[in-house]
Structures are given as C-alpha cells and as structure tokens.
C-alpha cells in the first residue's frame, strides 16, 4: 500500500475545473475540482464544494501570492490533498529540553512561540539532529507545528 | 507620549478590537487576535497603525522570558512564549498618568501595565518600553507596514486552517468552567441546522432559552433558534431547540436558560 506523499513546498499553480453540462446532469451537482501544483511537480487535488477544501484551496493561492511555503499530505492513490499546514522558515535560535519527559524545546527566530519536539515523536532522533545542525550554522529550517500548535510534526533543511 | 482618559482608552482598545478576524473566513484588514500562539508583534503595530490614525500617541512593551499563559483560544488551553509585545498608551487615572496596555489577545479592555504583566506566568519576566517604530523583538522597523500585511495574512491563514478543521474555531470550550445556566455547548457548520433536545425539565417551570454565539464574527447575524416542547408525562417535559446558522462560517456556541419561576 503507497503511503501519503507529504510535501513542504511552495505552490506553483492552482487551477479549477468546472464540470460540463453533461457530467453536472450526471453528478446533480456543481462539481469544481481544484488542482495545486507544487513547485516540485506534484499534483493535489481539492473538491472546491467541501467548505474546508475550499478554505485550503483560498490559502494555497495566498501562500502562491507571498511565495510562501505550504505542509501537504496528498493521497498517493487519489491524488486528494488530506492535511494544510503552515511551515516555519526560519532560523533555530536555541533549542532545550524540557522538564515533560524529554521534550524539547525550540525558540525560531522568526517566532515568539515556544515550538515542543515530543520524545514520543516517531522522528524525534532525526529532527533533533536536524534542528541542532541548524542551531549551529544558523541555517534556516522548515518546521510544522500540528494544527493545534502542540508539537513538531515535520523539520526539514532549507535548500 | 500625551496621557489620555481611560474612556478614550477604552475607545481604542474598541476601535483595535473591533477589527478581530472571523476565525473561519478571515477578512482582509482583520486581526488574528484569536490565534494568540504567535504573530503579536504583527498585532502591535498594525493596533498602533489604527491608533495613531485616532490621534493617539501609543508606546510598545516587549515581556520576554519564558512566559505561559493560560487562553481558551488554543485548543490545549496554554500559550508558551518566549516573549510578548501589545501597544501601551499613559492613561490619566486619579490625576496621574499610569500605563496601560491594549491587548485584545489577552483582555477584554485596556488593562494597568501590572495587570498585563501578571497573567504571563513569570514574575520575573523583562519589560523593555519602546517606541511605536521598533517592528521585532530583535529590532528593525516597518514604516509602510508592509511586513505586518504579511505577517498578518500569515497568522490569519493559521486561524482559518485551524478553524476549519478537527478543533474548529475558537473559544475551545475544553479550556473554560460552563457557566451557571448554560445546558451545552455545541458547535455548528456554515449554513447549517441542527436541533438539540433536553429533557427532565418540570413543566410547572418557567423556562426561557437563549442561544449565544461564542465565536466572534462582527458584521452580521450569526444564529437564530426556536424552542418546542413535548409535554412526555404528567409532570415533565422536553424542549426541542433548532438552530440555525445565518453565516457561511462555522460557529461555537452555547445553550443558555434561565427559569423564571417554578
């Protein structure tokens, strides 16, 4: 079974197809599919009737505007993008554990949040190692916080 | 920094708050106050921005180190920062100036800079005071508050994503005591009906309903409701309470009553 490509890029188009008269009688409904190519070349599809893909669909096109990055989970079979999040670009200012079990702590300089790298996290060692080559060349990252900003769920170098 | 009454002040902080962003749709020229775990210093300025073009002379304070405070508009109830920022203006209080400060992430209205610093969680925190003009933490200014336009559109396109998905969209119910009188909260899509029921209530009772918008969204009607009751025995009786969002977005809210007599 393919796993969820997930992708930290920017996007490089976003177009809408409408259906036509005949595939609307069909379906009875307006169907406008929403297609997002990442810079990379990967494609995403969103279905423009779902109020939170058409949310995402608004945000991709002002992360397309500002040429900002975007955090995408996309179905590899279906091509459906399932999860939006918004990376960090920025550089690791300091990076500590906590007193909560091993966590770490990450202060960005582009963020006045504290960032939490959980212990729990399957790529706890991996991102760690990350975060601290980028600490001490003062290279910036791309790190994704979850939706609900309580941990690290993605860093990655910039290139 | 010319002193002003604390009505004018409490005016400001109207005019600053009344630009809080629809968590779900995020206009324009909204302000993400609702998405308190990061882009305050986006917030300052732009709230300075809009204070300045009052007439009023706000100042900034920066708090930094290691700060926690506790806000029911994240969905695990606590913000951890290293550092804050909000607009400040010198308030006439008792014939002598005071600092306040205007923080509509954290407050209702204009608060004594005390005030302010007390909820951050860390008595021994810095407070640095500086002019409007510094942009960073670090520094750097933004006199065409260009790099605030971004940074807001950044911090209001987190509020939208985290607001249309799993949590939905501030307050998190989860962080806060239900009120006395409140029966539920519930959570309700754009456009959308539901109806929820409740039963036991004595049918000698004089029972009022009243439905309230938690999620702020200014500029329009956001819910209507309407009551039915099923008498079920001789004695109780169940209300049936529908629910109607007028807005296209997704709102929180709570099922309020009152007994008028019994």
């Given amino acids: 079974m393919k796993r969820d490509e997930v992708l930290v890029e920017g996007v490089r188009s976003i177009s809408t197809k409408v259906e036509g008269k005949a595939a609307r009688a069909r379906s009875g409904s307006r169907a406008a599919q929403v297609a997002v190519t990442f810079s990379g070349g990967v494609v995403g599809l969103l279905d423009a009737r779902d109020a939170r893909e058409k949310t995402w669909a608004e945000v991709l096109g002002s992360l397309r505007a500002t040429r900002q990055p975007a955090y995408v989970e996309v179905d590899s079979k279906t091509r459906r993008i399932k999860n939006l999040l918004l990376p960090y670009r920025s550089v690791v200012l300091d990076l500590r554990e906590t007193s909560r079990a091993g966590d770490l702590q990450v202060e960005l300089e582009q963020s006045h949040a504290a960032h939490f790298l959980l212990r729990q996290s399957e790529k706890f060692e991996e991102f760690r190692a990350l975060l601290e080559n980028a600490r001490r060349s003062r290279q910036a990252v791309l790190l994704t916080d979850s939706l609900d900003g309580s941990s690290i769920i993605d860093v990655r170098p910039t290139t | ?90 308030v006439t209080v008792g014939g002598s100036p005071q600092m306040y400060v205007i923080d509509p992430s954290l407050f209702n209205e204009p ?26 933490f670090g520094g750097g200014t933004d006199p065409t508050y260009s790099q605030t336009h971004i940074d807001l559109t950044t911090y209001r396109n987190r509020l939208r994503l985290r607001s249309v998905g799993a949590d939905g969209p501030p ?31 004595p049918a000698r009772a004089h029972v009022l309903w009243n439905i309230m918008a938690l999620t702020p969204c200014p500029g329009a009607p956001q819910l209507k409701w309407s009551v039915a009751v099923e008498r079920y025995n001789a004695t109780d009786c169940t209300y049936w309470i529908t629910v109607n969002n007028l807005s296209a977005d997704r709102v929180r809210l709570a099922g309020r009553y009152n007994i008028l007599s019994w």
Avoid at chain 2, 15 to 24: A, D, E, G, T, V
Avoid at chain 2, 26 to 53: K, N, Q, V
Avoid at chain 2, 171 to 186: A, I, L, R
Wanted: aromatic share 12%.
């Fill in chain 2, 1 to 90: 920094m010319a002193a002003v009454s604390l009505t004018r002040a409490q005016q400001l902080f109207a005019l600053c708050n009344s630009r809080i962003c629809c968590p779900c749709s995020t206009p324009g020229s909204c302000i993400p106050f609702l998405y308190p775990d990061d882009g305050c210093w986006a917030r300052a300025h732009e709230m300075c921005r809009l204070m300045i073009a009052e007439g009023a002379t706000p100042a900034k304070v920066w708090i930094s180190g290691g700060l926690r405070v506790n806000s029911s508009n994240k969905p695990d109830c606590v913000v951890v920062w290293y550092w804050h920022v909000a607009p400040t203006l010198q």
């Fill in chain 2, 111 to 136: 608060v004594p800079l005390a005030t302010w610093m007390g909820v951050q969680g860390n008595p021994s925190a810095t407070l640095v005071h500086t002019t409007v003009d510094q942009y960073g």
């Fill in chain 2, 171 to 201: 307050p998190y119910t989860n962080c806060v005591v239900k009120p006395g009188g409140t029966q539920w909260f519930g959570l309700i899509e754009g456009n959308q009906t539901l109806r929820w029921f409740t039963w036991g209530w």
